[in-house]
């Protein structure tokens, strides 16, 4: 059901000090990092159609086109810092109220936060995989390759486009024209960000982790996601035929609505300051280890 906040809140504090909650979050709880989701409230997509497995495979024009635009988006996200929502969950795992984390997300910034049992479903922008030979390299090492066969690119698309969900932003079509690539330098093969692109499924062996992990839970909570792929869906699902309540937290519809006994229509941050006041005992912060204490976090009453 639909909730108002105040009574909403209550009840989400209910389900969260239970303890044993698995986080589901997708792109709305990085927005207040400068990162942007994919959907309105109204569920639309906001941007042109991200890339998808097939293109990329299929296209060295369109390899080049990505990879023009990531190189410039990449050193954004890289930059972007976990905001009070990423802080409030690390702050719920090390009060043992939640289980983990999984996360559609490739900005990396719920580790950042501080968050240590985090799935990354989707896979992260920080690393880059052969398609030939599986080796993966650190990000940083790839962007100092493309920098070094593309000089003065960076400089010259410096106020390009704004950034766009999967890391990307848009760069004149002269500037891609003009973009070398890099392959693997052990075999050759065509290098990707290792993530999972739009037509790809997430890695059996991750989402068997991710589903083990629901089922040592007692509840499910969505955090920013429209649920409109099916990587998210389908954890609501599980959750349902496992007999788990679900609650969610989200602007606008989602596509687990009907199956939720908890909805909040309302901005994260809110909600989850809101709710560290009533899940977590006053003076709990001075109990975390400052690697794990969020700095904006404060919890009194």
Not at 178 to 188: E, K, S, T
Request: hydrophobic letters at 40%; aromatic letters at 4%; one cysteine or more.
């Amino acid at each position: 059901m639909v909730q108002g906040e105040g009574d909403g809140l209550r009840d989400l504090g209910e389900l969260v000090t239970a303890g044993g909650v698995l986080v589901l979050t997708g792109a709305g709880i990085s927005t207040d990092s400068g990162i942007p989701d994919y959907r309105g409230p109204s569920g639309r997509l906001r941007h042109a159609a991200p890339m998808t497995y097939d293109r990329f495979i299929g296209s060295a024009l369109e390899r080049r086109r990505y990879w023009a635009r990531s190189h410039l988006g990449w050193h954004r996200v890289a930059s972007a810092r976990p905001n009070v929502a990423h802080e409030v969950v690390a702050t719920l795992e090390g009060a043992g109220l939640i289980t983990g984390v999984a996360t559609q997300n490739v900005d990396g910034l719920h580790t950042t936060a501080g968050s240590r049992g985090v799935i990354e479903l989707h896979g992260r922008l920080h690393a880059v995989v052969c398609l030939g030979c599986g080796r993966r390299r650190p990000r940083f090492e790839v962007a100092l390759r493309l920098d070094a066969v593309n000089p003065g690119f960076r400089e010259t698309n410096a106020g390009a486009g704004v950034l766009r969900p999967d890391g990307d932003v848009v760069v004149p079509e002269d500037q891609v024209a003009g973009f070398r690539l890099v392959d693997c330098r052990r075999c050759g093969g065509i290098l990707k960000p290792d993530v999972v692109f739009f037509g790809e499924h997430v890695p059996q062996e991750r989402f068997r982790r991710a589903l083990a992990l629901l089922g040592r839970s007692s509840a499910l909570l969505v955090l920013g996601s429209s649920l409109t792929v099916g990587s998210g869906y389908r954890f609501v699902t599980a959750a349902v035929r496992r007999r788990l309540p679900v609650a969610i937290v989200n602007r606008g519809a989602t596509r687990g609505d009907r199956h939720a006994a908890l909805k909040l229509d309302a901005a994260l941050a809110d909600v989850l300051t809101g709710l560290v006041g009533i899940a977590i005992p006053p003076g709990y912060e001075q109990t975390l280890t400052p690697a794990s204490r969020p700095a904006t976090v404060r919890v009194g009453r």
